[in-house]
């Protein structure tokens, strides 16, 4: 009798044991959801409709040249000094590099309505056609604080005689809040510059 039971107990503890270790795990071994936040650039201005260019510019965007930090899924912040912060729970959905013209283009259109504008590899072509090339110096801020915005754009005439226009673009703005207001201080920048773009693509339109 005492060789059943000690034969018994042999068998039950470690199945007690297992079935407490599982309840303890149980939590731990559930799926979690996943806490990355997805952000993608969005235009400011939208075309109302396509419409048909009336004696305006017609103007490609070359691929827009950004800082290597922007070249990344993971946007990064700044610390306002020298460190930077690479958030792995809140990333880009598409590269700047590929979004940034066409919300360029987005805003641009809006703005210069009378013009037909381009991203490449897609050309606009006309006789007086230009190409718009811009360069970002820096885009980078503090969450909580206020994002850094510095840009040189011009305007080139694509048969070769030259620039047209050159300016540059030095705006700060303010981040309020989490990610979501970082994400929105980028959209403000890219819309204010396309609005310059856009004037100056106007008075071209006006001396054609």
């Keep these: 009798m005492k060789d059943n039971i000690y034969t018994l107990k042999k068998f039950i503890l470690p199945l007690v044991a297992a079935v407490a270790l599982a309840g303890c795990l149980g939590g731990a071994l559930e799926p979690k959801p996943d806490p990355t936040a997805f952000y993608r650039l969005s235009a400011k201005d939208k075309v109302v409709s396509a419409g048909e260019v009336k004696g305006g510019v017609c103007a490609t965007i070359m691929p827009v040249v950004l800082p290597p930090y922007m070249e990344r899924t993971q946007i990064v912040t ?15 959905i598409e590269l700047p590099s590929m979004s940034f013209g066409r919300v360029l283009m987005e805003n641009i259109s809006a703005n210069a309505k009378d013009s ?31 994002l ?61």
């Design 78 to 92: 700044s610390d306002g000094n020298t460190r930077v912060d690479v958030s792995e729970f809140n990333r880009w």
């Design 116 to 146: 037909n504008i381009s991203v490449y590899p897609s050309v606009a072509f006309s006789e007086d056609a230009v190409w718009i090339k811009v360069s970002v110096f820096e885009c980078i801020g503090t969450i909580g604080g206020e």
């Design 148 to 208: 850094s915005f510095k840009a040189n754009w011009q305007i080139i005439s694509s048969d070769n005689k030259g620039e047209i226009c050159s300016k540059d673009f030095i705006k700060s703005y303010p981040v309020k809040g989490g990610f979501d207001s970082y994400v929105e201080a980028i959209n403000e920048a890219c819309a204010d510059l396309s609005r310059q773009i856009a004037a100056e693509l106007n008075k071209l339109s006006k001396k054609s």
